[in-house]
């Protein structure tokens, strides 16, 4: 089986710069919205729904608890070449924030147990045209 791996990065507020977005999408929570770098395949589609996910749901998470400055999520993932299953994907996360790293910690673990996307993954799921 050969494999390919794929790699996305998204981005908001204090960190947004550090990416050359392709796109960018609205996001309530940040005034720039989502800056995102990756290309238009599925697999960069796919792993750019598990950032954005993952991105949102920790200003979501962090609402009147803790004061976000940024945020960058980079997602890679390893893809069959012959059927372009996902065979694996991870992500690391960095937050700019003046918070202690145990709150931050606490925070990206709270969010990694919750992001909808990346538990989709973590399951079985089958998709079928209608």
Do not use: K
């Amino acid at each position: 089986m050969a494999e390919v791996h794929v790699d996305v990065r998204v981005a908001a507020g204090s960190r947004a710069a550090a990416v050359a977005p392709a796109f960018v999408v609205p996001h309530q929570w940040t005034d720039g919205g989502i800056a995102v770098e990756g290309g238009g395949t599925g697999a960069h589609l796919l792993l750019t729904a598990v950032g954005c996910c993952v991105l949102n749901d920790l200003y979501r998470e962090a609402q009147s608890r803790v004061v976000l400055d940024g945020v960058l999520v980079e997602v890679g993932g390893d893809f069959d070449t012959e059927t372009w299953a996902t065979t694996a994907v991870a992500y690391d996360v960095t937050v700019d924030t003046a918070e202690a790293e145990d709150v931050v910690a606490r925070l990206v673990d709270a969010v990694d147990s919750v992001a909808e996307i990346p538990r989709v993954l973590r399951g079985e799921v089958r998709v079928t045209r209608r």
